[in-house]
C-alpha cells in the first residue's frame, strides 16, 4: 500500500502559486522524498527530490519540514499545462517506487 | 536524462492472446521497471527486470502472467500472457540510472483487451 497521504484534488488560479501538501509520518531517516506528475495518458514526469533541505529546480520548490514527517511541493507561477495529478512517495532509492492516488490538481484561468 | 521508446504504443487484442511489450533506452541502465495502471488509478509497480536473471516480482504479479526478460542493459520486454479484460490497463516501463536520483519512465503501452 502507498505510503504517503495526499489531498485527492485541488484548484489553483493561474498564474498563483500551487502549493500541494503530501504526509510521510513513516519516512526512514535515509529515503529520499520524490515528487512526480502526471498529465492526462502520458507517462509519469519527475519533478523533484529531496531528503532534509529544501531544494528549488527550475519547475519547483519543495519544502520538508524539520522532523520530515511531511512535505509540500511549491509551483510558484501555475499555468495551465500544469494541470495534472501529482504523486508524492518516498523511498525507491533504486528507483522502484511505490505511487500513492495523488494529488489531481486543476489550474484555472 | 533517459529517452525510452516503448513499442506498441497501443494495441487492442483478443481474450486469450499474449502481447508482448518492448522497452529500449538510449543508453545503458542498471536498474528497469515495469509498471501498470488501470483505468483511472494509479500506477502499481510489476516487477524488476534485472539483466541476466530472473525478474522481481511484486505482491499478487506471477512470472507465468507477466515474463519479464532483460537481455542486456539497454532492452526488456514484458509480455502479458493469456489476456483477459481485466488486463486493459496502461503498462509501462522505466528505468533510474543511479540511486536516489529520478525514474524516467517511457510514454507507455495501452491495452485494449475484447
Given at each position: 500500500d502507498a505510503k504517503t497521504t495526499q489531498p485527492p484534488s485541488m484548484d489553483c488560479a493561474e498564474g498563483r502559486a500551487a502549493n500541494l501538501p503530501c504526509n510521510h509520518s513513516t519516512i526512514s531517516g535515509n529515503e529520499y522524498v520524490y515528487w512526480y506528475r502526471q498529465i492526462h495518458s502520458q507517462g509519469p514526469q519527475y519533478i523533484i527530490h529531496g531528503l532534509k533541505n529544501n531544494e528549488t529546480n527550475e519547475m519547483a520548490s519543495l519544502i520538508i519540514t524539520e522532523d520530515r514527517r511531511s512535505s509540500t511541493l511549491i509551483l510558484p507561477h501555475a499555468t495551465l499545462r500544469d494541470t495534472a495529478v501529482y504523486y508524492c512517495m518516498y523511498g525507491g532509492s533504486?528507483?522502484?517506487l511505490i505511487f500513492g492516488k495523488g494529488t489531481k490538481l486543476s489550474v484555472k484561468p | 536524462s533517459a529517452v525510452i521508446s516503448q513499442k506498441p504504443s497501443r494495441d487492442i487484442c483478443q481474450r486469450g492472446t499474449s502481447l508482448t511489450i518492448q522497452c529500449q533506452v538510449d543508453s545503458q541502465v542498471t536498474m528497469m521497471f515495469w509498471y501498470r495502471q488501470q483505468p483511472g488509478q494509479s500506477l502499481t509497480l510489476i516487477a524488476t527486470a534485472n539483466q541476466g536473471s530472473e525478474a522481481t516480482y511484486e505482491s499478487g504479479?506471477?512470472?507465468?502472467?507477466?515474463?519479464?526478460?532483460r537481455p542486456n542493459l539497454t532492452f526488456s520486454t514484458l509480455t502479458v500472457s493469456n489476456m483477459s479484460p481485466e488486463d486493459s490497463s496502461i503498462y509501462l516501463c522505466s528505468v533510474n540510472r543511479i540511486m536516489n536520483t529520478e525514474a524516467f519512465f517511457g510514454q507507455g503501452t495501452r491495452l485494449t483487451v475484447v
Open positions: 533504486q528507483g522502484n | 504479479f506471477v512470472i507465468d502472467k507477466f515474463p519479464i526478460s
